[in-house]
C-alpha cells in the first residue's frame, strides 16, 4: 500500500486545490496517512501572502530531510510559494523531489511516479489551465460543505499583494459548469456550498455572455436541496447593489458580508492602489446593511504599510469603530519582493507597526465582543460541524448563517442544523 502525507497553508483557494490533490492521489493508489513519517510521499500545499509563510516553508522541509535520510520519503512542494521560488525551491532545499505549481496540480502523480527514474528533481510549471482543478477528482474534508471555485488568478494591481504574481490572471468558469458541480455535489449529499475567488464581484468579465456574480449567485441558488451559501471575497471597488440585492433575495445565501477594507486612509488606499475611497466603501457598506437584514461583516486590514503616518493609521481606527465589525483579520503589512509596495518609501519600523497592531487588535477585539454579546438571548439557526472535543459528545460546535462559531449542547450528527439559543458569549464564539 502507497501512502501520502498532505498539509496545507494559506487560504480557503488551497484547501480547495488540496482536496483534488488527495483526490488525485487516491486515484492514483495511494492512501492517506497522517505523518510524513508513515507516508511514501510528503505533499505541501503552501502559501506566499506573508513573509512568514516562506519561512514556515523551508523549517518544515528542513524538518522533513531527516525523515526522508531514514525512511527513503519522496518530497513534493506546490502552491504560491512554489510558484513564487520555482527553482528556489531545489536551491534552497535540493532534499526536495517535485515542485509544480497552481495550474498544473493534475501533474502530481506523474511527477511523482516519473522522479525516481528521472534521479533528479522535477520542477514543472504551466501558465495556462490545461484542465480546471475544479474538474479534477476530489477527496472533500467535510461531508455536508463544499468549497467550489468560480474564478481562478487575479487581474487587480494591489500594491502590498503578491496573488497576482503567483496564480496569474483571471480565469472564470462558465455559470452552467458551476451550477452543475453544485448539483452534483447536492446529490452527493452536500447543503452548504463555499464560492471561491480572488475578486468574485470580477467574475465573468472573461467569459462570453459576460454573466455576472449576482446571477451566479441566483443560479447556485436555485439549485434544489442547497441551503447555505457563502462566497469570498468580494472588493469593494466592485460590489454593486446587484450583488446585496442577490444576498438579500436568495434564501440561502447567508447574511454575512467579508468585506477586506485594508486601511480607512484615503491616502493609504490610493497607494495600495484598491481603487475606493473611504467614503465610496462606507456607502456600500451601509447599501449591503440597509438591503440585508442581520448581516454580519468581516474586514481585512493591513497595519504598517509603507508611510503609512499615525494620523493614516487613525483613520483606520476610526473607520473600525465606525462600521464596528463582527471581527476582523488583522495584519502586519510584509514585504513582498516582487510588488509594488516593496520598493516603496516610509518601510516601517517593526516596534511602531507592532504598537498599532496591537491597539487596533484591542479595539476590534471589544468590538466583535460587544457585538457577539447582543445575540445573547436570540434564537439562531446552526450547523453542526463537529465534536467540540474528543472526550465530551454531548457539546458540538458549528456555525451561524453568519459565520459565527458556536459551541451547542446538542450531540448531533455533522451537517445537521438546529435551532439553538444563544447563552453567552465571548469575542471569538457564541455559547449555545
Ligand atoms: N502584507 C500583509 N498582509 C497582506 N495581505 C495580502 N498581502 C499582504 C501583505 N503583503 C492580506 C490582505 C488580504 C489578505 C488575504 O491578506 O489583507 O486581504
Ligand atoms: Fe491581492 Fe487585491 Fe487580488 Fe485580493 S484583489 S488577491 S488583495 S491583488
Known sequence: MKTFFLETHGCQMNEHDSERLAGLMEVAGYVRVAAPDEADVAILNTCAIRENADNKLYGHLGALKPIKERTGLKIAVGG????????????????????????NIDALPRLVQAVDDAGVPLVE???????????????????????????????????????????????????????????????????????????????????????????????????DGVRRIRYTSPHPKDFKKDTALA????????EHLHFPVQSGSDEVLRRMKRAYSRSAYLDKVAMARDLIPDLALTTDIIVGFPGETDHEFEDTMSLVEDVRYDSAYMFQYSKRPGTDAATM???????VVQERFDRLLETQTQISFERNRQLIGESVEVTIERPASKRDRSKATGRTRTNKLVHVAVDSAPGALVDATIADATAHYLIA
Open 80 to 103: 504560491c510559494q512554489a510558484e513564487k521560488d520555482r527553482e528556489g525551491v531545489i536551491a534552497r532545499a535540493p532534499w526536495v523531489d517535485v515542485v509544480f505549481g497552481t495550474r
Open 247 to 254: 444576498m438579500a433575495e436568495c434564501e440561502a445565501v447567508c
Open 125 to 223: 510549471f504551466a501558465e495556462q489551465f490545461e484542465v480546471h482543478p475544479s474538474a479534477l477528482p476530489a477527496r472533500r474534508g467535510s461531508p455536508f460543505h463544499a468549497w467550489v471555485a468560480i474564478q481562478y488568478g487575479c487581474n487587480n494591481g494591489c500594491t502590498f499583494c503578491i496573488v497576482p504574481a503567483v496564480r496569474g490572471p483571471e480565469v472564470s468558469r462558465p455559470l452552467g459548469e458551476i451550477v452543475g458541480e453544485v448539483q452534483r455535489l447536492v446529490d452527493d449529499g452536500v447543503t452548504e456550498i463555499s464560492l471561491l475567488g480572488q475578486n468574485v464581484n470580477s467574475y465573468g468579465r472573461d467569459l462570453t455572455g459576460r454573466p455576472i456574480f449576482s446571477e451566479l449567485l441566483r443560479a447556485v441558488n436555485d439549485v
Open 345 to 351: 518609501d516610509g518601510q516601517l519600523p517593526k516596534h
